[in-house]
Nanobody, 122 residues
C-alpha cells in the first residue's frame, strides 16, 4: 500500500551537511506519522526524528536536536531529513518509515524504506 524510497546518503566530513529524501507512493493517507531511523553496525535501530501530517508536529532525538530538521513537502509525498554539523557518531544506515500512531517508534512502523548509507569521516 505504501512504498518508501530513500536517497541522498553518502560520505561527508565531520561538520558537513547532507539532506536525505524519502519519496512516498501508494496510499499517502497511511503516512501519518513518518519518521527517520538509523542503525549502525552492531547497534539497535533508533528513532532520529518523527513528523506528523504537517510540519508543526515534530520530534527529535536528543543526540540530533539543533542539528537535524525533518520536514514534508507541500504535496506530502516527500519527507526530508536535513542533517547539519554531522559527527562521526552519526554514521549509520538511515531508514524512512511510516507508522500508525504518534509518537512513531520501531514498534509501530508499518512500512520501511530500503535504507541509505550515511558515513561521516573524522
Amino acid at each position: 500500500q505504501v512504498q518508501l524510497v530513500e536517497s541522498g546518503g553518502g560520505l561527508v566530513q565531520a561538520g558537513g551537511s547532507l539532506r536525505l529524501s524519502c519519496a512516498v507512493s501508494g496510499i499517502t493517507s497511511s503516512t501519518d506519522p513518518m519518521g527517520w531511523f538509523r542503525q549502525a553496525p552492531g547497534k539497535d535501530r533508533e528513532l532520529v526524528a518523527g513528523i506528523g501530517w504537517t510540519n508543526f508536529r515534530t520530534y527529535y532525538a536528543e543526540s540530533v536536536k539543533g542539528r537535524f530538521t525533518i520536514s514534508r513537502d507541500n504535496a506530502n509525498n516527500i519527507v526530508y531529513l536535513q542533517m547539519n554539523s554531522l559527527k562521526p557518531e552519526d554514521t549509520a544506515v538511515y531508514y524512512c518509515a511510516a507508522g500508525n500512531r504518534w509518537p512513531i517508534s520501531t514498534g509501530n512502523v508499518d512500512y520501511w524504506g530500503q535504507g541509505t548509507q550515511v558515513t561521516v569521516s573524522s
